[in-house]
């Protein structure tokens, strides 16, 4: 290796070492330019060359992963399941070894045997995240193969939610149809808080307290407490009747709800069959004119992100573009 300046004062940089391609490189204005070069030439061969001598299959880096880091996630075993269906797809090769053309390979034949292009980009995050977390580990040292493969434009759709007649009429249906009396309590609770189904569906006796509901071991491994209405808190600890602080209040429901749906004839986009009540929930309070922050608390989004899609909901959306607009004035 060598770095000289040549007589009309530039530098060059000529690197000839054992197990990497031999460069030569001219035209630097600076010392400490060719030096950088070199620097960054050295560092990524180097870990080329540490790949190289790491073996471990797409599988084994799952495990890794999940011993590591998903054991300690809300739905780590899920995740664990979804990235061992992605290891086989793509079957089972040397991680260090995975390209970005393989996986998009995958991902094409994927979407044409029928997989949705959203659930494609849930399991390309998924993967990244793996890679991603072993590397800031340093159980690996080479960069995440996958990390320059754009995920894939979705046209936004907005979330779905019940009108409020169309509740009346769901509740009506499960309260007069639904043999499992648990159904009409936990739906009332996803409506009354923003709860998901399973929050609600697995509530124990001590989550109640003071005519406020707390919800523990969430998705986002927040506990949140929301008040309820005091007619209808005395109502649900009548139904709950004398149990222990950890005996659950309903029994599993979700298909007496599902059936209630289909008897009240509401057609639900896919995958938003229980999660339509925390939609329905959400919707309602920012058109009644709740607050995006105040929301955010209740559904417990770590991300306001996830939160901002029921923004434009609000009665006051974005009303200076009635305002504010080029022809306000012009055309009254």
């Not at 001219?26 to 070069?37: P, Y």
């Not at 991680?95 to 044409?112: G, N």
């Not at 996830?306 to 004035?329: C, F, G, K, W």
Request: aromatic share 8%.
């Amino acid at each position: 290796m060598a770095i000289k300046q040549d007589a009309a004062g530039k530098w060059s940089v000529q690197i000839d070492r054992k197990g990497m391609p031999r460069v030569r490189k001219g035209g630097f204005h600076s010392k400490s330019e060719a030096e950088q070069f070199e620097r960054e030439y050295l560092t990524s061969h180097q870990a080329k060359q540490k790949s190289n001598t790491d073996r471990r299959t797409l599988k084994e880096l799952v495990e890794l992963w999940h011993q590591y880091h998903g054991l300690n996630l809300a739905d780590g075993e899920r995740h664990k399941d979804c990235l061992l269906d992605i290891a086989a797809g793509l079957k089972n090769p040397i991680a260090a070894e995975l390209s970005a053309e393989d996986y998009v390979k995958y991902r094409y034949s994927r979407l044409q045997a029928g997989l949705t292009q959203k659930t494609c980009n849930n399991h390309h995050g998924y993967l990244s995240a793996m890679f991603n977390k072993l590397r800031k580990l340093k159980v690996i040292t080479y960069e995440n193969p996958i990390a320059d493969v754009e995920f894939i434009k979705i046209q936004e759709r907005q979330l779905s939610y019940l009108a409020v007649d169309q509740l009346h009429q769901l509740l009506d249906v499960i309260k007069t149809g639904c043999k499992n009396e648990s159904t009409f309590y936990v739906a009332q609770i996803c409506l009354r808080t923003g709860a998901r189904w399973g929050e609600a569906e697995q509530l124990t006796m001590k989550q109640l307290h003071n005519q406020r509901v707390t919800y523990e071991f969430t998705k986002g491994k927040r506990t949140r407490t929301i008040p309820l209405d005091p007619v209808f808190y005395a109502d649900l600890m009548q139904f709950a009747g004398p149990k222990h602080p950890n005996d659950r209040i309903f029994t599993n429901c979700i298909g007496a709800f599902r059936r209630a749906i289909a008897r009240a004839e509401i057609e639900l986009p896919t995958g938003q069959m229980t999660h339509i009540l925390r939609h329905s929930f959400a919707s309602h309070f920012m058109m009644n004119g709740g607050n995006i922050l105040t929301l955010q608390k209740i559904l417990g989004h770590v991300d306001i992100t996830m939160t901002m899609r029921y923004a434009h909901l609000s009665p006051e959306h974005l009303q200076d573009a009635i305002r504010l607009n080029p022809v306000a004035e012009n055309w009254r």
